[in-house]
Every structure is written in structure tokens, then in C-alpha cells.
């Protein structure tokens, strides 16, 4: 069973936290910061500071964390792609990505 506070950290923090960011752009160094603060926020559950040499594996586990702030966001983005793919072509989400689209084309065709 779950903490109480575990609870509050998956309702409250990881959804405003992961709020549109099915339209990020994920980089290496976006992706470090939130594990980051995930774990900052993970210890701060777990009342554990790094002088108590847990191992965030184990701080993880503890809180009975089943996916990573980087995964849950990988989802979410593979879940609104997948959303645009069966959108009507003429709503503004697809028009705006499919214009992205061809405009890297373009960038690429012209740099190439």
C-alpha cells in the first residue's frame, strides 16, 4: 500500500508537472532535471536527505514508484501522436504539426 503522501505526489505534483508536456521537446538535460526533481521531491516524501546514503533504486521502490517521470512523459507524447495519426486533418493540432513537419523538410532539403 501506497503512502499518503506518495498519493499526493502522483495527483497533484506529476500532474501539474507533466501539464502539456505532451508538446515538449524532450532533451537529455530536460530528461536529467526531472529525474532530479523527482527524486528531490521523493526524498522530501521519504523524509531522507543524501547524507542517509539510500540509493534513489531504493528510495524508488520504496515509494512504490512504478514508472519514472521520463517515462510517464514518453507516454503521454506516444499517446497524443498517436491522437494527431487519427485526427481529422483539417483541426488546428494536425495543421500545426504537419506544418512543423514539412518546414523540417524543407530546413533538411535545403541544408542536405
Not at 501539474?16 to 521537446?25: G, K, R, V
Not at 512523459?73 to 512543423?100: C, T
Request: one cysteine or more; charged letters at 30%.
Amino acid at each position: 500500500m501506497k503512502q499518503p503522501k506518495s498519493k499526493v505526489y502522483e495527483t497533484m505534483v506529476l500532474s501539474i508537472l507533466c501539464y502539456n508536456s505532451e508538446t515538449w521537446t524532450p532533451t537529455a538535460e530536460t530528461n536529467r532535471q526531472l529525474r532530479v526533481f523527482e527524486i528531490g521531491c521523493l526524498r522530501q516524501i521519504m523524509d531522507v536527505t543524501r547524507r542517509d546514503h539510500i540509493k534513489n533504486v531504493d528510495i524508488i521502490v520504496n515509494c512504490g514508484i512504478t514508472e519514472d517521470i521520463v517515462g510517464r512523459i514518453q507516454a503521454r507524447r506516444l499517446r497524443y501522436f498517436s491522437h494527431l495519426v487519427r485526427m481529422d486533418q483539417h483541426r488546428l493540432p494536425n495543421i500545426e504539426w504537419k506544418g512543423r513537419e514539412s518546414q523540417r523538410k524543407t530546413q533538411e532539403a535545403l541544408a542536405g
